[in-house]
């Protein structure tokens, strides 16, 4: 539902990169979106077409990377996927472990043709 | 074709807006609480019952998110104390820039306590960082108990649930236990407290926790100072 107000954000750090970068076209953006981040990648992903069709920043590819919910243990140091939102080690069965990512909604990278 | 690493969040200005408030909120010793759930949970209801019970003394306001009408901060604005609505026409949620615009006018150092309750929404505000010390999510018990594992996000990011309308627990198929092991899934940590702004059930542990809480905002402001 807000996956526009993000595309627009996107959008909004290509801007701010390619001021920095006169001589240079940005072609591709990507983009990690956690499991946690509460976001819909193909929502997103139709919001940014939308966005940048028939602008002058058009071809601009956005690519998005999934990134799922990985928890640490705190006892075995053990990092491991968490399924089915069960948060215990498969190793020793620690309940409590740590979330270690997730969350994100991190611009990773840009294309840059120059 | 050259490839450049970013590593920015996308709502980087969002943040930068959000930590900013965050210090302000420090420096004056302000508890700032997120309140969020699915509209009809009974954030309302529970800021009446909190209000209410407030001493008239007290160093409290609300902002409060719709995306139409008054009727929030009307209600509200019966105890008192300063009250905000926020419109914010189609949008889903609230963001920092609009909490920074709608504090103008207010001194945080007449402050203790500051209120949000976000626009009502379960996926949308959990994305969008307000500077709060605390968010908090009501899950009631007319929705489903699958809620937590529907909307991990925010069940993720709250420090405390509160099931609301417990006072219906006789009367609805929900399984408080089964809810409640839900959000514990998502989020092994987290607080619940069970309430009823109807009967009052769970209102005085509700006031504690933000006491408590209160009182470690100020805590941080003293240890600043010193």
Same mark, same amino acid.
């Given at each position: 539902?807000?996956?526009?107000? /993000?595309?627009?954000?996107?959008?909004?750090?290509?801007?701010?990169?390619?001021?920095?970068?006169?001589?240079?076209? /940005?072609?591709?953006?990507?983009?990690?979106?956690?499991?946690?981040?509460?976001?819909?990648?193909?929502?997103?992903?139709?919001?940014?077409?939308?966005?940048?069709?028939?602008?002058?920043?058009?071809?601009?590819?956005?690519?998005?990377?999934?990134?799922?919910?990985?928890?640490?243990?705190?006892? $075995?140091?053990?990092?491991?996927?968490?399924?089915?939102?069960?948060?215990?080690?498969?190793?020793?069965?620690?309940?409590?472990?740590? $979330? /270690?990512?997730?969350?994100?909604?991190? /611009?990773?990278?840009?294309?840059?043709?120059? | 074709?050259? +490839?450049?690493?970013?590593?920015?969040?996308?709502?980087?200005?969002?943040?930068?807006?959000?930590?900013?408030?965050?210090? +302000?909120?420090?420096?004056? #010793?302000?508890? =700032?609480?997120?309140?969020? !759930?699915?509209?009809?949970?009974?954030?309302?209801?529970?800021?009446?019952?909190?209000?209410?019970?407030?001493?008239?003394?007290?160093?409290?306001?609300?902002?409060?998110?719709?995306?139409?009408?008054?009727?929030?901060?009307?209600?509200?604005?019966?105890?008192?104390?300063?009250?905000?609505?926020?419109?914010?026409?189609?949008?889903?949620?609230?963001?920092?820039?609009?909490?920074?615009?709608?504090?103008?006018?207010?001194?945080?150092?007449?402050?203790?306590?500051?209120?949000?309750?976000?626009?009502?929404?379960?996926? =949308?505000?959990?994305?969008?960082?307000?500077?709060?010390?605390?968010?908090?999510?009501?899950?009631?018990?007319?929705? #489903?108990?699958?809620?937590?594992?529907?909307?991990? !996000?925010?069940?993720?990011?709250?420090?405390?649930?509160?099931?609301?309308?417990?006072?219906?627990?006789?009367?609805?198929?929900?399984?408080?236990?089964?809810?409640?092991?839900?959000?514990?899934?998502?989020?092994?940590?987290?607080?619940?407290?069970?309430?009823?702004?109807?009967?009052?059930?769970?209102?005085?542990?509700?006031? #504690?926790?933000?006491?408590? +809480?209160?009182?470690?905002?100020?805590?941080?402001?003293?240890?600043?100072?010193?």
């Amino acid at each position: 539902m807000h996956e526009l107000g /993000i595309a627009t954000s996107i959008l909004e750090c290509v801007q701010a990169e390619a001021a920095r970068r006169p001589n240079g076209r /940005i072609t591709k953006v990507g983009v990690k979106v956690g499991e946690l981040a509460g976001v819909d990648p193909d929502a997103l992903q139709f919001g940014f077409e939308v966005l940048v069709k028939d602008t002058e920043w058009e071809p601009l590819a956005l690519e998005l990377e999934y990134v799922p919910r990985m928890q640490r243990c705190p006892k $075995c140091a053990y990092d491991f996927q968490m399924t089915e939102f069960d948060p215990r080690c498969p190793l020793c069965g620690e309940y409590s472990t740590e $979330c /270690i990512s997730g969350e994100e909604l991190d /611009i990773a990278y840009m294309e840059v043709e120059e | 074709m050259n +490839r450049i690493a970013v590593e920015k969040k996308v709502l980087n200005e969002n943040q930068i807006l959000a930590e900013q408030l965050r210090e +302000r909120y420090r420096q004056h #010793g302000v508890l =700032c609480i997120n309140l969020i !759930s699915a509209p009809g949970s009974g954030k309302t209801a529970l800021l009446e019952r909190t209000l209410e019970r407030m001493d008239k003394s007290a160093r409290v306001a609300v902002l409060t998110g719709d995306l139409q009408t008054e009727n929030d901060a009307t209600r509200l604005a019966k105890f008192g104390f300063p009250v905000k609505q926020i419109t914010t026409g189609g949008t889903c949620h609230l963001d920092a820039r609009m909490i920074e615009r709608h504090l103008e006018g207010w001194k945080l150092e007449d402050l203790d306590l500051l209120i949000v309750e976000n626009v009502g929404n379960l996926v =949308c505000p959990s994305s969008y960082d307000l500077g709060e010390d605390a968010k908090i999510v009501l899950l009631s018990t007319t929705e #489903g108990e699958d809620k937590p594992l529907k909307y991990p !996000s925010i069940f993720f990011k709250s420090e405390l649930m509160l099931l609301t309308k417990v006072d219906l627990l006789p009367y609805v198929p929900f399984k408080a236990e089964l809810a409640r092991e839900n959000a514990r899934r998502v989020h092994p940590d987290m607080e619940i407290i069970d309430v009823s702004s109807t009967t009052g059930e769970g209102l005085d542990r509700w006031m #504690g926790w933000l006491k408590a +809480r209160q009182v470690k905002a100020k805590a941080k402001l003293q240890v600043a100072s010193t």
